[in-house]
């Protein structure tokens, strides 16, 4: 019902963009073809590269390796406790700031960049300097950490998402028929925000799984963390690993473009750090 | 009265505010304070900005800002170009979701899997290696070496011409047909139409991108650090070394002096790409 409602506005509110598609393919002129392919070959040169180097028997070896299973279980568990952290810090403060101090959403969106402004290897140092030891022992300070790394996409993907939203008519109708805060938010607003959290769940997932700097100076072996470690012994093998890695990323990225381009109406399908120049004009 | 609701009205950021403060807010202020504080007594000094901005430390950033000026202008630029073919394509057409979805894929891959790719691309045995030798182009006679700063460049391409597609995609939808159409009325040829209507709509855009991508370049650490370890002059990889210990007794602030120089640069980009931001958000809505 809620989502019913839920769509049937954004549809109205939120028109695609406003560009006409008339330029077909065939129309591309030709310097447009030599610029794709030019391009498109500096970047399939490399895997092919890659895939050549490695040859495909080391792929099952990557799985055997000294290290492997203990690395990508710690990179596994701190990309979880990561974005169960992200959701449930970020969601309600976004709902909140829609809903109540909707005059503090241009202060948010500053705050929620600076992650970006201090680099991770200098926000490392400041870290290990302010860390209580008992946290400093523990790779989960890491989990930390990345909230605040993830921050900037979360924020954005949620803002978003609420902008393509009545919101402020949904919570009302809502609490008229009677629901308290927590049936609202899980009822109402989390199913119409489900694109909002897939994009920000994958890109906090893909954030923790790939984050190098602050893991290797803190001295942990997460995933990419052994990889570099682990290249000193096997170079074919390393490379293996790192076409993983990359495949991985990919399947994560595509389920992002299929399932949100399925539900394109939550407004938050295609968030990246950049969507917010592309927001729904301000009603 | 009004005041005791409007604090209770901001006790609801109450857990994110206190979550920044604590996990971005206090390592930042204990950068600032440690940029000026001496490493041996920790009193007041401007000898470790000093330091930081004198010999090595000087040449690295230095060497910093060549490297992200050059990956900022050139990806920019192609990246551009990249963006514009696929945007006259059509909506929703396999090129056009193909290159998107691509350009998600690489602009988000870095570190050490790049550098491995590359390695066996450029490398002294790598593939590209192979044929631009056998075409009497070998790459490392022509003054390029992959592990020195002219590889650094060509790597960091690949993930800076992704992300440009990216960043500069929603300002090109902004460009309306109606615009283009207005234009070819009035009777304005293609050259016309891009130095008067959509240059200087875009120029804003483009500008900003741009700069996005330097700080990006800027900061990034893991590539370099994995395709070269550690041997260029980079500030990310000097920052770092202090926290491996590779440093002399004595000096760990000069690494919080770096970082804090690092930070006042990228905040100056930042500021820059807020005002551009401001001005193409006129057009492009």
Known sequence: MAAVIGDEITEDVAPGPTRRANAGWRRLPVWRWVILAVVGAFFIIPLVAAVRFTGFSSFPAVFHQVGFSAAFELSVKLAFITTVATLVLMLPTVVYVHLRLPKLRRLMEGITILPIVIPPVVLIIGVLEVAPGFLKATPYLLALEYVVLAMPFAYRAFDAGLRALELQ??????????????????????????????????????????????????????????????????????????????????????????????????????????????????? | MAALRRARTLAGLLPFAVYVA????????????????????GRFTLSNIKDAVHGVYLHGFETTLLVSVITAIVPGIVGFLVAYAIFTAKRGALLRRAVITASGVFA????????????????????????????????????????????????????????????????????RPAWREAANNLGAGAW????????????????????????????????????????????AIQIGSFLNGNVLAGQQNVGKALGFGMIVIIAVVMACYAVLQRRSARWLR
């Open chain 2, 192 to 235: 016309q139409y891009w130095r008067y209507v959509g240059g200087p709509v875009m120029l804003p855009s483009f500008l900003g991108c741009v700069l996005l991508l330097f700080g990006s370049a800027f900061s990034s650490y893991a590539t370099a650090e994995a395709l070269t370890s550690g041997s260029v002059p980079l500030t």
């Open chain 2, 108 to 175: 988000n891959f870095g570190g050490v899997p790049l550098a491995f790719l590359f390695i066996a691309t450029l490398g002294t045995t790598g593939l590209a290696t192979g044929w631009l030798t056998a075409i009497g182009l070998n790459p490392s006679t022509h003054g390029f070496n992959l592990y020195t700063t002219s590889g650094i460049v060509v790597v960091y391409m690949y993930f800076q011409i992704p992300l440009m597609v990216l960043v500069i995609l929603p300002a090109l939808e902004g460009l």
């Open chain 1, 169 to 283: 008519t949904l919570v009302e109708a809502s609490q008229s028929l009677g629901a308290g805060w927590g049936t609202t938010m899980w009822r109402v607003l989390l199913p119409n925000l489900r694109s909002s959290l897939l994009s920000a769940t994958v890109l906090t997932v893909a954030l923790v799984l790939g984050e190098f700097t602050m893991a290797s100076l803190d001295l942990y072996q997460t995933f990419p963390v052994w990889i570099v470690n682990f290249d000193q012994t096997s170079g074919p093998i390393s490379v293996a690993a790192s076409l993983l890695a990359l495949v991985v990323t990919w399947i994560f990225l595509l389920a992002i473009s299929t399932i949100g381009g399925r539900s394109r109406r939550g407004g938050g399908a295609e968030v990246s750090l950049f969507s917010v120049s592309r927001r729904v004009p301000p009603r």
């Open chain 2, 22 to 41: 604590a996990g971005l807010g206090a390592p930042a202020v204990a950068i600032a304070i440690g940029a000026f504080q001496s490493s041996a007594n």
